[in-house]
């Protein structure tokens, strides 16, 4: 079970931490993710992190700006967003799959989180 946590409504500019708590088998090793999905939008990767922070991928659009993080002793990977834009706004999930390296395709994520809100005003 995946639990995200952290969005909020944030001005252009402005900064926000999401956190994912995972639960469950979380000794086998496990790849993360954060996707956001748009209003209209398809959802669409962020960030991703191998088990032991061995490497990490960013979207283009968020490179600079995101840093995405793990702390396997707390079976919880974060997502830290500064310089935040009104293209940030999406639900934003995570996602988890067994595995040590950095998983990038939607599809090779098993479990996934109920999402939480971003909103980036102008």
């Known amino acids: 079970q995946l639990v995200e946590s952290g969005g909020g409504l944030v001005q252009t500019g402005g900064s926000l931490r999401l956190s994912c708590v995972a639960s469950?088998?979380?000794?086998?090793?496990?790849?993360m993710g954060w996707f956001r999905q748009a209003p209209g939008k398809e959802r669409e990767i962020v960030a991703s992190?191998?088990?032991?922070?061995?490497?990490?991928y960013y979207a283009d659009s968020v490179k600079g700006r995101f840093t995405i993080s793990r702390d396997n002793a707390k079976n919880t990977v974060y997502l830290q967003m500064n310089s935040l834009k009104p293209e940030d706004t999406a639900v934003y999930y995570c996602?988890?799959?067994?595995?040590?390296?950095?998983?990038?395709?939607?599809?090779?994520?098993?479990?996934w989180g109920q999402g939480t809100q971003v909103t980036v005003s102008s």
């Open positions: 996602a988890a799959n067994y595995g040590y390296i950095v998983y990038v395709r939607r599809a090779t994520y098993d479990f």
């Open positions: 469950g088998r979380t000794s086998t090793p496990y790849g």
């Open positions: 992190i191998g088990w032991s922070n061995s490497g990490t």
